[in-house]
Structure formats: structure tokens, C-alpha cells
């Protein structure tokens, strides 16, 4: 019998899985398709506080997600880095005065202590005022951070199962059945069928939380998730440097433009009402035509339909808080415990990756009895795996590892270093030369990184290699993606005992 059944492989799922194993209990997490597979692989890939909450008051949830920002960098560094958002200055939106008090509060509520402070700019004479149109004159810079979504998550579990938990993907919980002193799952994982048991469940379901619910109780109160579909698009890059904008819209909400992937410009994200009947979320020709028309607002060269080279859309679990606008529903999470009806279950509405650490630290002090565990903070200082550097000691991996493997391409040393952190050094450890990168498939992607993926990062397809684990899937041709297919297939083929995995 587990102690903890977790349902949902998203951000908040695997947290709390990671921190639970951490306390040596024994865990078992269960994710219908790949971890990160929705919500948790379509944000706007921020580690931020929220700069427009506090607008509505969310200063708790500001304060909280800024203070986690370092905390996660100093974790993370390999995919968490600190970036500079230039906020312009327009007529007849928040005043200026107005933007720099947010500002002031946002230097000064969360505990800065790596990333720096807000300045004034003149976007007239300051370089990243070149892309801008000429009615901006004024603006801020400010510090947030960038994070890789979906590898958050993938290393998240990755750090859970070694630290002994049972992550299992591709495995869908179909019946939940609630006794005294235990919960009864039917996981359904590639055709077979199994039974386990936990004393304790998490619904961290995401967007399905109600509909778990409803899995061990048909008479649960009435939906408690409002769901929002947010889109971005992807276009070729509109302005040179690391920064990014955030632009306020006309309709009070913002939007971003941020470099992306090296050669493009990501621009999110919006907020539409989204129901299960809808299916998969998926970007409209509305939505698309409004983030380029806001983005269009701001840069001197006019984002059109035709720049769109890839889209995607995730639908946010918020909790419904009864705010009349989407935009304006909390992000903060909220737990509903229950532990009245028989064995005990904690279902997590909301919540945001910058705070899913927390949350998970959360839910264990929320549980601290049914477990029988402390509530120290450990994962606070635990790096995640390849976290292991300071912040500002990026550049001297690349060249450490690029002296070693110098007959790779130092592009292709910066991703992999920016994807695995000190875990290149292991991926790359039986590599002597070119032939022993196994087959190229292109964009410096080859046998043995993916191999890697499979062994490490419970990569099952193409889609998750090129689309979640990293974004290869942007600089590949088609026929370079078809590769990456046809090796699972023939890779599938093969006798299990055939198979090797380094």
C-alpha cells in the first residue's frame, strides 16, 4: 500500500510528489498522457510574481510567488535564468506614476536579493526602444525570470523517482473507490488493468480535478473550477537582445513578447472561457488575430497572420472565485481538504509554476497528520537534477564542456547545457568522438540525448522529445521530425533484450 496517491502530472503533481518522497514515503503519481502534457507546458514560461495582481489586490500572492523566483533560480539555473521586461509607457493607459508605484512594490515585497532593481528608460535613446513606435517615449525595465515549463516538470519527477517514488505515465485512473482507512484506485496503464491502494489521495488533476471528483463521489457540490483557455503564438524574432515587453492592451489585460528559441518571438498570452465540450484547447482565429493586433500597437513593424509559425493553448484550472472576467479570477491555489467521509483527499484548485513548490509544501503541512511526517522545508535547498552550479557560472560550463567535446558545435553545447545543466557531462561521459553521438537526426539532436530522454525523462514519443522536453520540434524540418518518429517505431520493434539504454 502507498502512503500517497497522487493524480495529475503537471506542475503541482510532481511537486508534491517530489517533496513527499523526499520525507521517505512511499508515492505513487499516476498521469493519463505525458507529464506536462497540458497546462503545465502552455504557459507563458515565467518565474514572476505577477506584476498586474497587484492591481487586484493580490499582494499575499505576489509577495509569495516573488519570493520563490530566486529560490527556484538558485535551483534551477540551467532552465531558470533571470530577463529584463521593458514596460512602455502609453497615453491614455496606467499613468506613469501608477506603474512605477507597482513597481517600487514589486522591488521591494519579495525579498530581492540576486536579480536587480527597476530603472527608468528613455525609450528614445535606449536601444530597446528601437523596436518600439515613436509615441513611446517613456518607460520602465524590470527583473523577472524565464523558465522552461515542461522540463520544470520533467525533472521535478525525474528528482521523485530517485528519491523513491513510482511515477507512472501513459496510466489513467478510470474508479476511485473511498474506504475507511485507505482509497482503491483502477489505474489502466497500455491495456492493463491494476488495482492500488493509498491511505491518502491528491487530486492534482489540473483542469480534470472536478471530474475526478466525481469519480468517487456523484454528489459533489457543484464545479468549483473556472477554466481558462490561454494562447500564444510563436513569429520570427521582432527585435534583437535577451529583454522582453509587456504591453498593456486596450482592454485593461497585457500581453508579452519575449525571445524565444533564439531565432523567434513568443507573444502571449489570452484568456477565454473554455468548457470540456470544446475538447482539446486549441488557438482561434480571434485570439490570434487579437495578440497580433496588441503586439502590432507597440512594435514599429506590424505583427500579421502570415508571421504565426506555431501556436499553442492550455487551459488554466482556476479557482472559481465568482470574479465577473477571466482576467481577473485569483491565481492564487486553493486546497479542499476532506478527510470526513473516510480515508482523507486533498484536492488543489489554481495555482502558478512560480509557486508550485510552496504549494506542494503546502499540501504536505495540509496532510502532516494523515502521513504521520514533519513539515520542514527541505526542497528549498535541493537543487533540482543538473541544478547543480551557481547562477552566474552558466558560461563557464559551456566552456568547460566545450573544451571537452570540442568537436561539438558550441550551439549545440549551450542548449544541452541550457536543457541538462552538470547532466550534459553524464549524457555526453562514454562520448569520445562523433560516431559515439549515435544517429543525427539534425538541429544538434542525436541518438544518445535522445536515448537520455528516455532513460531519465520517461519520453515514450517524438511529440515529447521534440515538443515538451525540449522544442527541437521549432528547428527541425519535417523530414527531420519523421526521423525522430520512424526511430520509435523501429526502436519499438526491436526484442525487449535488444533494446539498450545508456
Partial sequence: MYDLAIIGGGINGVGIARDAAGRGLKVLLVERDDLASHTSSASTKLVHGGLRYLEHYEFNLVRKALKEREVLLRNAPHIIWPMRFVLPVDEGMRPAWFLRLGLFLYDHIGSRKILPGTNSLNLHEDHRGKTLQKRLRKGFAYSDCWVEDARLVSLTARDARERGADIRTRAECVDLRRETD????????????????????????????????????????????????????????????????????????????????????????????????????????????????????????????????????????????????????????????????????????????????????????????????????????????????????????????????????????????????????????????????????????YEIELEWLIAHEFVRTAEDALWRRSKLGLHMSDAEKAAVSDWFIKRAAQPKDKITIS
Fill in 182 to 445: 485507505h482509497w482503491s484506485m483502477d489505474v489502466v496503464c497500455e491495456g492493463t488493468a491494476t488495482t492500488e491502494k493509498a491511505k491518502v489521495l491528491v487530486n492534482a488533476a489540473g483542469p480534470w480535478v472536478d471530474p475526478v471528483t466525481a469519480l468517487y463521489d456523484q454528489s459533489a457540490d457543484a464545479a468549483k473550477l473556472r477554466l481558462v483557455k490561454g494562447s500564444h503564438i510563436v513569429v520570427s524574432r521582432k527585435f534583437d537582445g535577451d529583454h522582453s515587453y509587456i504591453f498593456q492592451n486596450k482592454d485593461g489585460r497585457i500581453i508579452f513578447a519575449i525571445p524565444y528559441e533564439g531565432k523567434h518571438t513568443l507573444i502571449g498570452t489570452t484568456d477565454q472561457p473554455w468548457s470540456y465540450g470544446e475538447g482539446p484547447a486549441t488557438i482561434s482565429d480571434s485570439e490570434i488575430d487579437y495578440l497580433c493586433s496588441a503586439a502590432s500597437e507597440y512594435f514599429t513593424e506590424e505583427v500579421k497572420r502570415e508571421d504565426v509559425l506555431w501556436t499553442y493553448s492550455g487551459v488554466r484550472p482556476l479557482f472559481d472565485d465568482k470574479s465577473q472576467s477571466a482576467s481577473t479570477v485569483t491565481r492564487d491555489y486553493v486546497f479542499d481538504f476532506d478527510d470526513k467521509g473516510g480515508a482523507p483527499v486533498l484536492s488543489i484548485f489554481g495555482g502558478k509554476i512560480t509557486t508550485y513548490r510552496v504549494l506542494a509544501l503546502q499540501a504536505i503541512k495540509t496532510l502532516k497528520h494523515a502521513l504521520g511526517v514533519d513539515v520542514e522545508d527541505w526542497t528549498s535547498q535541493a537543487p533540482l537534477p543538473g541544478g547543480d552550479f551557481a547562477v552566474d557560472n552558466f558560461e563557464m560550463l559551456i566552456a568547460k564542456y566545450h573544451g571537452r567535446w570540442e568537436f561539438l558545435d558550441r550551439s549545440v553545447i549551450v542548449r544541452l547545457v541550457r536543457a541538462y545543466g552538470t547532466d550534459t557531462a553524464k549524457i555526453l561521459a562514454l562520448v569520445t568522438e562523433a560516431k559515439d553521438l549515435g544517429q543525427s537526426f539534425g538541429a544538434g539532436f
